[in-house]
């Protein structure tokens, strides 16, 4: 998948295009490691190509189908806790797995966002009053600096 990049639009298309490129620019960074390089460790924190693709996955979980669905965190579709569990891969999880993983929760944030208009508002626990808009331009955030991070590693990954 390859999302076109647009520059003129409304405000949503160039927001939610934005985010798309960037999801798809986060899983591009581990798309064709092996098992064993999207799993190894080159920072002391978690930080692996897989993990940093699991916990993308939460975030939008955390973000759309908790805060914006109002679902428990029991009730969502794979972790929703805001930990560092978010980076915890389990072993018979591939890296296909979780790319999967991450583009069905995307897939998910989309459509529970479209229920939206961007200056709808909730009231969120350790986040104060925010809106739609500030939400997809977070999660714009989120996957640009995790992107960034992948790239460092699939360098150190492929130019060792």
Same mark, same amino acid.
């Given at each position: 998948?390859?999302?076109?990049?647009?520059?003129?639009?409304?405000?949503?298309?160039?927001?939610?295009?934005?985010?798309?490129?960037?999801?798809?620019?986060?899983?591009?960074?581990?798309?064709?490691?092996?098992?064993?390089? %999207?799993? *190894?460790? /080159?920072?002391?924190?978690?930080? $692996?190509?897989i993990s940093l @693709?699991?916990?993308?996955? +939460?975030?939008?979980?955390?973000?759309?189908?908790?805060?914006?669905?109002?679902?428990?965190?029991?009730?969502?579709?794979?972790? %929703?806790? *805001?930990? /560092?569990?978010?980076?915890?891969? $389990?072993?018979?999880?591939? @890296?296909?797995?979780?790319? +999967?993983?991450?583009?069905?929760?995307?897939?998910?944030?989309?459509?529970?966002a479209a229920r939206?208009?961007?200056?709808?508002?909730?009231?969120?626990?350790?986040?104060?009053?925010?809106?739609?808009?500030?939400?997809? @331009?977070?999660?714009?955030?989120?996957?640009?600096?995790?992107?960034?991070?992948?790239?460092?590693?699939?360098?150190?990954?492929?130019?060792?």
């Amino acid at each position: 998948m390859s999302t076109t990049r647009i520059t003129n639009g409304t405000e949503r298309a160039l927001i939610e295009n934005m985010l798309d490129r960037n999801r798809e620019a986060l899983i591009e960074t581990a798309r064709g490691l092996s098992e064993a390089d %999207a799993r *190894r460790k /080159l920072v002391a924190s978690l930080t $692996t190509p897989i993990s940093l @693709l699991k916990h993308a996955a +939460a975030a939008e979980r955390i973000w759309f189908q908790r805060f914006w669905a109002g679902l428990e965190e029991s009730e969502c579709d794979g972790y %929703a806790a *805001r930990d /560092l569990g978010t980076f915890a891969v $389990t072993e018979d999880e591939t @890296l296909a797995d979780v790319i +999967a993983e991450f583009e069905r929760t995307s897939q998910r944030s989309r459509e529970i966002a479209a229920r939206f208009s961007l200056d709808d508002t909730k009231d969120i626990p350790r986040e104060g009053t925010i809106s739609m808009r500030f939400t997809l @331009l977070a999660m714009i955030e989120e996957f640009a600096r995790h992107a960034g991070h992948g790239d460092i590693l699939r360098e150190q990954l492929t130019h060792a």
